[in-house]
């Protein structure tokens, strides 16, 4: 049966698949998931969007019978043909239907595989374990042809690989190998490519949907990522708080919200360029490399500007660029090879220049960051960082620059001291540093620091775990910013934050460099986040900069191929729904439950 | 896996422990490393009460008693020279506990810095601090404590300084292990962008982020130490007569071990009983504190 022949026959309620009748899972006191209907028919693609936190994961979960035994559930999970209550299943029926009716495809590929294992014996595990084949000539033939179907290269080498020798992307597909071996009826996804660069997660999300059209399989697809969800599904589901607060079409949902949470969520993921990168567009040089003759950049930059201590000034009206990078190379290298972090890296950056630094992982870009910081050497080139050349500084001078340039870090989890207060934490880059001040005035500027991003000073005796992570990062922008510096440098500040926290944080960012008139480099991987906060753009490949530019030029025009890719890849809502045939129509949507 | 996705799901209350410390760490004890404390307690308790009061004089020999067995006068009878079991056990206790502190705090003070040492500095002084553990941990530690209890005289002094040196590089191998995670972390990095001297990042990062591995180590430890001292005062390397000693009560017995049985059971069983509570106490604590199988519960 075809895709579209399910469909079509999708009409009748009796094709069901899936139906999920008040499940719902408790922890103790606390109920994860309050109860929830979901039916899912033969074909259907089915979006499951929430934050961490709301319940999804576990609702996936429950389909598959693999809830943590410490949970209690309840409600029922019926599987057309094979059994009424997957949820109190004994184990050994459970074990029948994982991998040949229902199968799942995890997020970190890495830890979803056995290290130890052999690729090939792993694929070929799922289809001797419900001895759907019956001699190992056959298996082998259908494991090669399954490897192929995800077009994995060079199939026959690829059985004897085993998991760290292959990338993530390739990880992934040998999940969706297996998750496919057996032909399932429903296929779970759980995030499938959340931690996959962009260019690789556009290959894997083209490959499953391939797969599930032409197999007519039903999919329930996890993600936080609502363009990515868009994509993918036809009809979609958002969950809160353990509870279902709008489900519908994609088209529906997506276009016209009608719960308060979806239209957060939808104006969370919709980042639109910011004001100061329009001002910014507007009054500033077009190019980088011929920055010399662009006057002073200060001059136009509106009240901001004149708050700017003395120090910044002067540099800038000397027409120095803040930052200068050139020719800057970082090599690692070990016994068995060399590997190049960073070639041949020029950049600068001016006072009040608000960079972003984007590439996938592996590009170099976190690498640069830490070289400006003080916190990595070059191996050769030169970087002078606010007068100081970062490579031959002196302790003292170092120390100088650290206090004028101050890095916010991706995770809000490990880079607050566990065991410190919040006081102590923030307070830390004060101590022990030119002008000491006394415990008296450090208390002041900790204070001052934590209430400008919004954490009120009461709260300064607690532990970092006692905050939420939106609440860390600010925290630890509240650290970056107690010495007052010139410049901010932050490394993909947002990424381990939900979207709709992403935006509050984005936003104090961009509010605190405009009102501080700070010089930002941010490094990340999600395009629309520097576009949200940068106005010139600085795109990485390989430890290579392969294409710098103004914002709009470099989003508008790019010149490069890498860039033109990165830009295609990047999932972005509007594109997929202006592209969704409107299917269905609104008499498609279920009722409310 | 799907534990992770479920803790991760589940909220605050999974990955994001509060760190254990104090009264509700008593609460987060396993019923073993409850009953481990509750032992380690008891032998504490004993050792204060015997300062001031033991049922005898733990050194008064009453020859007319001597080595008689289970009476309303002597609960777990006498030794060969008629002085009070009971009484000699519980002032044993003192030696015990002061060996296993001792030697435990000289392990800790020596070991702890320079495994953090070892993990924060690469290279050459982490080279020469791990070589120089591994070589230690070669010899057994009871070799160690004769060669020093040979070399310095035997004394309870000897014996503890012997088995704090031998311990030592368990601690150090610890510490390192805790430093090369807490190295890694970003908060480390926040501190050196602030430029804090190498000190104060052991000081103030490194060192309350192990204390935790460094606690267990010490209850485990604990009980090796006492075992240790029993053995070397069997041997006749530790604590010299006439001051009561679990290991030396096994040693006197042994001579009479088929008339009087008891002389060895009785502190037999108090070492074992020892060195089972610090151990459940140990494994008590790991589960609570270690990051490595905290949450798995």
Known sequence: ???????????????????????????????????????????????????????KTLTALSLIGLLPDELR??????????????????????????????????????????????????????????RTLPNRREVRERVLGLLESVRLPDPERLLRAYPHQLSGGQRQRIM????????????????????????????????????????????LFVSHDLAVVARTCDRVLVMQHGRVVESGSVTDVLTAPRHDYTKQLLAASRLEPTAGGARRGAGSPPETGSGAGAGAPTGSEGPAGTERPAGAAELSEAAEPLIRVSGLHRTHRSRRRTVHALKNVDLQVRAGDRIGIVGESGSGKTTLLKILAGLDRPTSGSVSV??????????????????????????????????????????????????????????????????SVGIPASAAERYPHQFSGGQRQRISIARALVTDPDVLVADEPVSALDVSVQAQVLALLNRLVDERGLTLLMVSHDLAVVRHLCDRIVVMRHGEVVEAGPAERVYGAPEDDYTRALLEATPSLDRVLAEKPSRGGTGDRPPQP | MSGTNAAAAGGP????????????????????????????????????????????????????????????QHPLGTDRYGRDVLSILMAGAQITLLVGCVAVAIAAVVGTPLGILAGMRRGWAEELITRGADMMLAFPALLLAIMAGAVMGASTWSAMIAIGLAAGPGFARVARAGTLRVMSSDFILAARGASQPETRIARRHVLPNIFDLVVIQASVTFALAILAEAALSFLGLGTPPPEPSWGRMLQGGQDYLAVAPHLTVWPGLAIALAVLGFNLLGDGLRDVLDPKTRGRR
């Open chain 1, 1 to 55: 049966m075809t895709a579209t022949q399910a469909r079509s026959a999708g009409a009748s309620r009796d094709d069901a698949l899936v139906t999920v009748t008040g499940l719902r899972v408790d922890a103790g006191p606390d109920r994860l998931v309050h109860p929830l209907d979901l039916t899912i028919r033969a074909g259907e693609r089915v979006g499951l969007i929430g934050e961490s936190g709301s319940g």
């Open chain 1, 386 to 451: 606010c007068g100081v050349d970062v490579a031959r500084a002196s302790k003292r001078s170092m120390r100088r620059l650290r206090e004028q340039l101050q890095t916010v870090f991706q995770d809000p989890m490990g880079s607050l001291d566990p065991r410190m207060t919040v006081r102590e934490i923030v307070e830390e880059p004060l101590i022990g540093h030119s002008g000491a001040r006394s415990g008296r005035e450090r208390r002041e500027l900790t204070a001052r620091s934590l209430e």
């Open chain 1, 176 to 219: 969706l190998a297996m998750a496919f071996a057996n032909d399932p009826d429903l296929l779970i996804c759980d995030e499938p490519t959340t931690a996959l660069d962009v260019t690789v997660q556009r290959q894997v999300l083209d490959l499953l949907d391939e797969a599930v059209r032409s197999r007519g399989t039903s999919l």
């Open chain 2, 13 to 72: 209350a999974g990955p994001d422990r509060p760190p254990a410390r104090g009264v509700g760490l008593l609460r987060m004890l396993p019923v073993t490393g409850k009953i481990g404390l509750v032992v380690v307690a008891g032998i504490v308790v004993v050792a204060l009460v015997s300062l001031v009061w033991t049922p005898y004089d733990p050194l008064q020999a009453v020859p007319e008693d001597r080595l008689s067995g289970s009476t309303l």
């Open chain 1, 73 to 130: 559930h309840g409600g029922t999970v019926a599987l057309r043909d094979s059994s009424d209550d997957l949820l109190n299943a004994p184990e050994r029926e459970l074990c029948g239907l994982r991998g040949r009716r229902i199968s799942m495809v995890f997020q970190e590929p890495m830890t979803a595989l056995n290290p130890l294992m052999q690729v090939g014996k792993q694929v070929s595990e799922v289809l001797t374990q419900h």
